[in-house]
């Protein structure tokens, strides 16, 4: 708690999500307007955004964009497919995937696969636990069931 002109300040602090370190909401990035006026932080602070950043950008100078007709190869689409879509009109179509833990590019991937993937912390257990509780309900769509075993 801070004092200041006779008043009581509280000081807001949140862990990141990276380094889980807590810290004042001055260090974490703003990542958007709420409804109500407020704004909500990004949940990792901008020392492991900014070092995030960095590597990003080694990878990329390293490997350089795929061509044209590369498809992503977890949902398979194209570039031209994946802008047909209509859902990249303001973002970038190519992200750089890599193991967050060494640090290695894995490949170019598409941003909707990066988004699914990281929502699920890059674990391949509870990527196939989705895929076992969606083919419950859902017809697989693809060649994968041979790929799949209990």
Known sequence: MLW?????????????S?????????EFDISRKNDDGTYGHRSD?????????????????QNPLPSSDYCCPICKRTE??????GQFSDRTIWVVDHDHETEE??????????QAI?????????ILSAYKYLT????PKGPLEKFIKD
């Not at 990281?118 to 509870?126: E, Q, S, Y």
């Open 118 to 126: 990281g929502r699920f912390d890059d674990n391949p257990d509870l």
């Open 45 to 61: 602070c901008k020392t492991c955004t900014k070092k995030l950043n960095q590597i990003r950008t080694r990878l990329r100078k």
């Open 105 to 114: 590019f894995r490949a170019y991937i598409c941003n909707i696969c990066n």
């Open 18 to 26: 990276k380094c889980g370190i807590v810290q004042p909401l001055s």
């Open 4 to 16: 200041g002109n006779n008043i009581l300040k509280v000081e807001v602090t949140k862990p990141c």
């Open 80 to 85: 031209e497919e994946l802008k047909a879509s």
């Open 136 to 139: 419950e309900y859902v017809a």
